[in-house]
């Protein structure tokens, strides 16, 4: 689930955001995180910012960690994100990505498990 996850999110990136998010990423999130997830890749697609052709991302830790009250499942990702190369609206490099570390909140619904909370803040080396 989480490699999905990655994946929507480097297509968005790719693609420079979007106004809407795609069906196959709207499966993936719920709630709060949903609507942040959006205005994310909104802003995404009024600056003009993309992620190069190339870019990928590579997870280097998964682990379950500590839920909240209401989370089915927690995880606790190391990313390395250090090969997304980040293009301006004019397709100049601008940036690239860095090591972070997600943690994620999972809730059921119906059959199927969605992101309902969430964190991401860069790291500078993966916990053991």
Request: with cysteine; proline share 1%; hydrophobic share 35%.
């Amino acid at each position: 689930m989480y490699a999905k996850y990655l994946d929507q999110v480097l297509r968005l990136e790719k693609a420079g955001g979007a106004s809407t998010l795609p069906a196959e990423m709207q499966v993936l999130v719920t709630g709060q995180y949903e609507k942040d997830v959006q205005e994310a890749y909104s802003k995404l697609a009024k600056l003009g910012t993309k992620a190069e052709a190339g870019s990928r991302y590579r997870i280097i830790s998964l682990r379950k960690s500590a839920r909240s009250k209401d989370a089915e499942i927690a995880i606790r990702a190391c990313v390395d994100a250090r090969e997304v190369i980040l293009l301006d609206r004019n397709g100049k490099r601008s940036g690239r990505g860095t090591l972070r570390q997600d943690d994620l909140y999972f809730v059921r619904i119906g059959t199927r498990l969605a992101i309902a909370e969430g964190d991401s803040v860069r790291v500078e080396t993966c916990e053991k």
